[in-house]
């Protein structure tokens, strides 16, 4: 019914710059009443997955504190995407990315929908 798909993934070396975009689509969009908080979060191997940014339908955001200054995240509601530019990358950030939306729909409860990851390498 949904499908939110990431892309921008790649292998950086420290000090370098990705951008990592997510579209939702699907056919759950037909009765859609508000798509709200968008957001990242990664995992690494052998960890949880943890927040990353995230920003509400109004546009307020949040950053875990490893990545203030470094990430920003915004969206597009009328395209249904959320991005994340990071920049001064560092070894510590590789892992493997996640969007997460929550979508509204006319007569059903507010749900999370997640993206398929993208891996994000920093290395020399």
């Known amino acids: 019914q949904v499908q939110l798909v990431e892309s921008g993934g790649g292998l950086v070396q420290p000090g370098g710059s990705l951008g990592l975009s997510c579209a939702a689509s699907?056919?759950?969009?037909?009765?859609?009443?508000?798509?709200?908080?968008m957001g990242w979060y990664r995992q690494a191997p052998g960890k949880q997955r943890d927040l990353v940014a995230s920003?509400?339908?109004?546009?307020?955001?949040d950053y875990t504190d490893s990545v203030k200054g470094r990430f920003t995240i915004s969206r597009d509601s009328r395209k249904k995407a959320v991005y994340l530019q990071m920049n001064n990358l560092k070894p510590e950030d590789t892992a493997v990315y996640y969007c997460?939306?929550?979508?509204?729909?006319?007569?059903?409860?507010?749900?999370?929908?997640w993206g398929q990851g993208t891996q994000v390498t920093v290395s020399s």
């Open positions: 920003i509400t339908a109004a546009g307020s955001t």
């Open positions: 699907g056919s759950v969009f037909r009765s859609l009443l508000s798509i709200g908080t």
């Open positions: 997460k939306m929550t979508i509204t729909t006319l007569g059903a409860p507010s749900r999370d929908y």
